[in-house]
Nanobody, 125 residues
């Protein structure tokens, strides 16, 4: 399946923007959908955006809807998460993941078999 490698995290002030990237080291037809998750200290991991590789259809958690945008370039095996109007509560470790089951907006963490190492996002007020 190859590796998933995230990049683009960093520290910004509230209201700022960051763009996260996730590159898969190789193409895999088993990788039907991609997603971004985040985990803040002391909190459970939260799914925030997912995209179906075949069509580009996507879903967002209510907490990021209207501020974050997930996109992809299938030729480059790359998925991005554009994060605008960042808030302190967006501070977390952000993970890229991929799965091979049937895609839906209800996919949970267990539906994602492949995970990256994560990239830290810190938003100060």
């Amino acid at each position: 399946q190859g590796q998933l490698v995230e990049s683009g995290g960093g520290s910004v002030q509230a209201g700022g923007s960051l763009r996260l990237s996730c590159v898969a080291s190789q193409y895999s037809p088993s990788r039907k959908y991609m997603g971004w998750f985040r985990q803040a200290p002391g909190k459970e991991r939260e799914g925030i955006a997912t995209i179906y590789v075949g069509s580009g259809k996507n879903c967002y958690a209510d907490s990021v809807k209207g501020r974050f945008t997930i996109s992809q370039d299938t030729a480059k095996n790359t998925v991005w998460l554009q994060m605008d109007n960042l808030k302190p509560e967006d501070t977390a470790m952000y993970y890229c993941a991929a799965g091979g089951y049937t895609w839906s907006c209800s996919n949970s963490q267990g539906d994602f078999a492949w995970w990256g190492q994560g990239t830290q996002v810190s938003v100060s007020s």
